[in-house]
């Protein structure tokens, strides 16, 4: 007899086909192991072709070291300058420390993906618990171009559909044409532009964009 606990959760197989259904991620998959009963468990092992097999399981407050040195040695300067949402300076420490031991608690839902004990991947949902999350990214400069990004957006879209979500929100600064092509090929809309406050303090303009799952009538 079919042992039940064999088969995948029923949010797992959702994520599953939300990411198999993406072509340019599904071209890439060499094999796919999702399991979890809802996002803060969602765990995904996953072969990449090119690159080998990565693990993406939420962020824990042990992943701090691992962490810095994606963000400090995994990011050049310009990718640190287009994904902002920290201070790279005196005071990384702490924001990192603060982002991972509270995750949970303040509604950011964050992922890493692990290349053996290297994080290649960070990416998140900010404000989960409400009806537009909003959506940050950042992968490792050795790992760009080879559409880990379609795999991560994807994941995160599954995660906000299953979750019955109204939209996804992000900023993207207009220099940042490689993320601006990727959020429109996954289906965020230019919807106009707007002054943020990055990481450092610092104000600056960018493009925002948002993913509907409810059109506007
Ligand atoms: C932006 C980022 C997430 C994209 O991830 P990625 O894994 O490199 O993206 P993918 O390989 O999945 O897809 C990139 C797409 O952009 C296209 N692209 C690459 N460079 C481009 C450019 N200069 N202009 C236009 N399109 C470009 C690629 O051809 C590909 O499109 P395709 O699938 O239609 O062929 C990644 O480069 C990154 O982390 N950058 C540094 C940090 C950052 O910018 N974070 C986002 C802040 S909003």
């Given at each position: 007899?079919?042992?039940?606990?064999?088969?995948?959760?029923?949010?797992?197989?959702?994520?599953?086909?939300?990411?198999?259904?993406?072509?340019?991620?599904?071209?890439?998959?060499?094999?796919?192991?999702?399991?979890?009963?809802?996002?803060?468990?969602?765990?995904?092992?996953?072969?990449?072709?090119?690159?080998?097999?990565?693990?993406?399981?939420?962020?824990?407050?042990?992943?701090?070291?691992?962490?810095?040195?994606f963000l400090m040695e995994g990011l050049s300067d310009h990718s640190r300058f287009l994904f902002a949402p920290y201070p790279y300076e005196d005071?990384?420490?702490?924001?990192?420390?603060?982002?991972?031991?509270?995750?949970?608690?303040?509604?950011?839902?964050?992922?890493?993906?692990?290349?053996?004990?290297?994080?290649?991947?960070?990416?998140?949902?900010?404000?989960?618990?409400?009806?537009?999350?909003?959506l940050g990214i950042a992968i490792a400069d050795h790992c760009h171009g080879i559409k880990l990004g379609h795999l991560f957006m994807t994941l995160?879209?599954?995660?906000?559909?299953?979750?019955?979500?109204?939209?996804?929100?992000?900023?993207?600064?207009?220099?940042?044409?490689?993320?601006?092509?990727?959020?429109?090929?996954?289906?965020?809309?230019?919807?106009?532009?707007?002054?943020?406050?990055?990481?450092?303090?610092?104000?600056?303009?960018?493009?925002?964009?948002?993913?509907?799952?409810?059109?506007?009538?």
């Amino acid at each position: 007899m079919e042992n039940s606990s064999d088969r995948p959760h029923p949010f797992a197989g959702r994520i599953e086909d939300f990411i198999r259904g993406n072509p340019a991620a599904a071209a890439k998959i060499q094999h796919i192991e999702v399991t979890g009963s809802d996002a803060w468990d969602l765990r995904v092992s996953v072969g990449w072709a090119g690159l080998g097999d990565m693990i993406i399981r939420r962020a824990a407050p042990e992943d701090l070291s691992a962490l810095r040195e994606f963000l400090m040695e995994g990011l050049s300067d310009h990718s640190r300058f287009l994904f902002a949402p920290y201070p790279y300076e005196d005071d990384l420490g702490a924001a990192l420390e603060a982002v991972l031991s509270t995750s949970e608690e303040r509604n950011i839902l964050l992922y890493h993906a692990w290349l053996g004990d290297k994080i290649i991947g960070h990416f998140f949902l900010g404000r989960f618990g409400e009806a537009i999350p909003d959506l940050g990214i950042a992968i490792a400069d050795h790992c760009h171009g080879i559409k880990l990004g379609h795999l991560f957006m994807t994941l995160l879209v599954g995660v906000c559909a299953t979750a019955g979500k109204e939209a996804i929100d992000l900023t993207t600064n207009p220099q940042n044409h490689a993320g601006f092509h990727l959020y429109k090929k996954i289906g965020f809309e230019h919807i106009g532009d707007r002054e943020i406050t990055v990481g450092n303090g610092i104000q600056r303009t960018e493009h925002e964009m948002r993913y509907r799952f409810i059109k506007p009538v």
